[in-house]
């Protein structure tokens, strides 16, 4: 069964002061690995979608990587309205199996 | 125009009860799914649908009945509604490879 670990658990950042999330993952074949964002009270938004290993995505201060078992969401200098839980998903090549098998989750907190 | 609407947004009800959720998408997607939030804020998905066939049904009590009269409804129906079944319920809707748009979540408290 798909797996997907994330940590830590919850992060307080200064403004400005850059980090990373972790998104570890067991999976049996890697057909990709999403990355969404959460507001309290709100749906979670796609953020990226990663492919294969080495692959790289940036938007704004975020900038995601894969390896064969991780992925990393780095944050750039980070701005209070980055603040937000932050999911890690993954889908594997089981044919016909559309779920996104999701990690619990860090939550972010940038303060001003 | 909000792109995955679901309703109510907030639930309460007694222990027993039964209750329905709607969900509607108006992006044109063939599949749709619902998810349940825990407390912890694990998110798990429950069914599956493209173009109303069901092909994802995970391990849920089967007082839980999803029912799709079209590819753009998805809805969730509860009875003998427990303590336990108290989450955030999740519509989503998507069209390619794991990029999935949410609805905003229905609060479902069980008194």
């Known amino acids: 069964e798909d797996q997907v670990t994330q940590s830590p658990e919850a992060l307080r950042l200064q403004e400005g002061e850059s980090s990373s999330l972790n998104c570890s993952y067991t999976v049996s074949g890697l057909r990709g690995l999403f990355w969404y964002r959460q507001d309290p009270g709100k749906g979670p938004e796609f953020l990226f979608t990663l492919y294969s290993a080495g692959e790289e995505k940036e938007k704004e201060r975020l900038k995601a990587t894969l390896t064969k078992k991780e992925s990393f969401l780095h944050i750039t200098a980070p701005k209070p309205e980055d603040s937000a839980t932050y999911l890690c998903a993954v889908q594997g090549t089981n044919f016909g199996n559309e779920k996104l098998t999701f990690g619990t989750g860090t939550r972010l907190t940038i303060i001003p | 125009d909000t792109a995955v609407s679901q309703t109510p947004k907030y639930l309460v009800t007694q222990m027993g009860n039964d209750k329905s959720i709607k969900c509607e998408q108006n992006l044109g997607h063939d599949t749709m799914y619902w998810y349940k939030q825990d407390s912890k804020k694990f998110l798990k998905i429950m069914f599956s649908?493209?173009?109303?066939?069901?092909?994802i049904n995970e391990t849920v009590p089967n007082r839980f009945s999803p029912k799709s009269p079209d590819k753009a409804h998805l809805n969730l129906h509860i009875n003998s509604l427990e303590l336990g079944d108290s989450a955030v319920y999740f519509c989503a809707s998507s069209q390619d490879l794991g990029i999935a748009f949410f609805g905003q979540g229905t609060r479902l408290t069980v008194v």
């Open positions: 649908y493209n173009n109303k066939e069901l092909i």
